[in-house]
């Protein structure tokens, strides 16, 4: 049964009224700023009634110091689901938006960075973005370039104008004629195809090619360290932050303690990384506080969006105090996300 089935239509007003009042304010909500704010057509002490129901019922609790009350993680959640009304980004939020990203095309790494930072300050919440994981983009072109007697720099022309650098080391000297014609044989046989579908057949593709000593030499290493040259995954998947100051100024991290947390999980991204993983496939998923698989992000929420151009998966979102505008946010983040796929497109 959802939540709101428990609450009677009174309680669902109060509700509203008690979320929007905290969310403007920080400040736990008390039954006389409710009546005067709302217009809800009943005494003060009605609404107080009403809301000692609501902290009963698990949507509201009372901090000591306070005769107020705050929304608990329910509460939040029937007001995402049923009770708030979408706000569509403003004009200016938009025109910040398009200036911001315009400039970044054909650059992947850009346009998420950008992403993530403009969000991040037309939300006043933390940008969170994750770079498209790699893996399934088709590559165009292998380029080799001798730099040392013992190093080759590998060039990936990735689809989607990716572009990836790495070096591989040869066991002696190769002349540059070799090299020539081992990237001619490499791209004979595997471009057009996916990085993974690469490093499943490499093997069987170059098995017949039949080449002099120094060549097969070289293609053998291709062969042996395939899971190595062509998994470009360690920059990929990645989470790309903005700036935590906007954050650090909300009233929740007023304290060293909150704020040492906080810095701990923007310096440290695995737990983020890990949060933001399954996302890709989601399209709108919005998780608050205890939500959270992980205990360490009960505080929050992570509103996020998945993004899609072709081969290229990823997700754009914002973290922040579970106390956070939900109808401005979500609206933010999809017209972000669907920018982003714009871009990539």
Known sequence: MPPSDQLTERELRVLEAVVQTYIESAEPAGSRTIARRFGLGVSAATIRNT????????????????????????????????????????????????????????????????????????????????????????????ELVPVSSERILLVFNLRSGVLRTIFVEVPARISSAVVHEVARVLNERLAGLTLSRIRESIGERLRDAGRPAQESELLNIFVAEREEIFDLSDDTGSVVLGSAQMLAEQPEFASNA?????????????????????????????????ENPDTRLSEFTLVTSSYQAGELKGVIGVMGPTRMPYDKIIGLVEHTSRMVEGLLE
Not at 91 to 116: M, P, Q
Not at 259 to 283: I, P, Y
């Open 51 to 142: 809301m000692s129901d609501l902290e009963d019922k698990g949507f509201l609790f009372h901090p000591h110091t306070s005769a107020g009350r705050i929304p608990t993680d329910r509460a939040y959640r029937v007001y995402v689901n049923e009770i708030m009304h979408l706000a569509p980004p403003t004009d200016e939020a938009r025109e910040t938006l398009r200036s911001e990203l315009a400039g970044s095309r054909n650059a992947l790494e850009e346009i998420v960075r950008r992403a993530a930072q403009v969000l991040g300050v037309l939300t006043q919440e933390l940008g969170m973005a994750v770079a498209p994981a790699l893996d399934e983009l088709v590559m165009e072109r292998l």
């Open 258 to 290: 909150r704020m040492r947390e906080l810095l701990r999980l923007t310096e440290g991204r695995d737990l983020l990384k890990q949060a933001l993983a399954g996302r890709r496939r989601l399209g709108l998923s919005i998780t608050i506080g205890n």
